[in-house]
């Protein structure tokens, strides 16, 4: 037991980092693209709303904002940038949600002995409290009620 126990509790402590690493990843790439969009859904309304509006009315003017409006049309920083911002916010969300069992997977991961048995048992608490709160609705409020 003495040689299973360590093997264990380093196991349980890689499939928690794992599991919270791996939806990381998801959920923000999810919300990258989605702020991709939004990114880009603000930036051509700006950029359409400054062609459709003029101070002055002259061709040399009318046809330097079209130009430039072309050359703003082909710009990839805005949706970069927003693509950034939304895989930024997901990372932080999730991994602010997964924070108490990434603790303690890494707290299996990295100790030894009783600490590290106490970083395994939080994961599996952590586990078994999110089956039965996503899976089974324990603690869930009932939109129905």
Not at 78 to 99: D, F, M, Q, R
Not at 127 to 136: D, P, Q, R
């Amino acid at each position: 037991m003495a040689v299973i126990s360590p093997i264990i509790c380093k196991t349980i402590g890689a499939a928690g980092i794992a599991a919270a690493l791996y939806d990381t990843v998801k959920v923000s790439n999810h919300f990258a693209a989605a702020g991709k969009e939004d990114a880009a859904a603000d930036y051509y309304q700006k950029l359409y709303a400054d062609t459709r509006t003029i101070d002055n009315i002259s061709y040399v003017s009318n046809a330097a904002q079209n130009k430039i409006t072309d050359l703003r049309e082909k710009n990839p920083l805005p949706v970069i940038w927003g693509s950034i911002k939304g895989w930024t916010k997901g990372a932080l969300y999730t991994l602010c949600n997964w924070l108490p069992a990434a603790g303690c997977a890494s707290l299996a991961l990295l100790t030894k002995g009783f600490l590290s048995k106490l970083g395994a048992a939080g994961v599996v608490l952590c586990s078994i409290y999110n089956i039965a709160h996503n899976g089974f609705g324990v603690g869930k409020n009932n939109p129905m009620d």
